[in-house]
């Protein structure tokens, strides 16, 4: 990776969504070599996927909490694969010490 790969992957990570011209615009390269650059960053596995930001602020009824979760570790993959399904977990961490897990959870309280 070099500077201009760096440099896209910054631009990504404040918007995701940024169109290909403006990102070569950006960058001072011509499209192609943007989109050729990006292909190569994810066929790598360097960009491993894109992702959507959600306001916390979602109302006056919002719950945000942390969750700390005690599983034995042989159900440890299959809990955090069933928990990732839920769309009230934001993050899913697996944690050492007392807990197993840490969620972090955003949801309506009504």
């Known amino acids: 990776m070099d500077d201009l ?3 896209l992957i910054e631009l990504l990570k404040v918007n995701a969504r940024l169109p290909l011209v403006n990102i070569a615009k ?3 390269c011509a499209r192609s070599t943007a989109q050729l650059r990006l292909k190569a960053l994810e066929d790598a596995g360097v960009i ?3 992702t959507v930001s959600v306001s916390s602020t979602r109302g006056p009824n919002v719950i945000r909490a942390m969750v700390l979760i005690s599983i034995e570790s042989r159900h ?3 809990v955090m694969r069933e928990l990732a399904k839920r769309h009230e977990i ?3 961490y697996s944690v050492s010490g007392r807990y197993d897990l ?5 949801t309506d309280s009504t």
């Open 90 to 92: 934001t993050k899913l």
């Open 102 to 106: 840490c969620a972090m959870l955003l």
């Open 26 to 28: 950006a960058l001072g």
């Open 5 to 7: 790969d760096h440099q």
């Open 76 to 78: 440890e993959p299959s």
């Open 48 to 50: 491993t996927g894109y």
